[in-house]
């Protein structure tokens, strides 16, 4: 049965550090690309990155530009998102989503992209 889990959110203050994992079982996450999208109430969920499952490139919203970094381990399965300099406006529900036909987007952020969907964690940043 496919699977994929996400872990690694909480409360932090601003200028704080977490680091998001997608951990999958029932396929190898390797072949696929690989999106993080973050939703806060109100608000359209929204792609934060994604790396290529074509070539490995990442890519980032602007917004998150210089702080986040996503990239793979293989060994574990398992692809993480490196958030430093933590911002209250990027707390939200952070999801990892799989797209099993990559190649190179015209929009990666295009929700449309991705088949399968995690149940999302929880980032929160404040004082």
């Known amino acids: 049965q496919f699977h994929i889990l996400e872990s690694g959110g909480g409360l932090v203050q601003p200028g704080g550090s977490l680091r998001l994992s997608c951990a999958a079982s029932?396929?190898?996450?390797?072949?696929?690309?690989i999106g993080w999208f973050r939703q806060a109430p109100g608000k359209e969920r929204e792609g934060v990155s994604c790396?290529?499952?074509?070539?490995?490139?990442?890519h980032y919203a602007d917004s998150v530009k210089g702080r986040f970094t996503t990239f793979r381990d293989d060994a574990n399965n398992t692809v993480y998102l490196q958030m430093n300099s933590l911002k209250p406006e990027d707390s939200g529900l952070y999801y990892c989503?799989?797209?099993?036909?990559?190649?190179?987007?015209?929009?990666?952020?295009?929700?449309?992209?991705?088949?399968?969907w995690g149940q999302g964690t929880q980032v929160t940043v404040s004082s």
């Open positions: 029932g396929w190898t996450l390797s072949h696929y690309s």
């Open positions: 790396i290529n499952g074509v070539d490995d490139s990442a």
């Open positions: 989503a799989i797209d099993f036909y990559p190649r190179h987007y015209d929009d990666w952020t295009s929700r449309g992209e991705y088949d399968y």
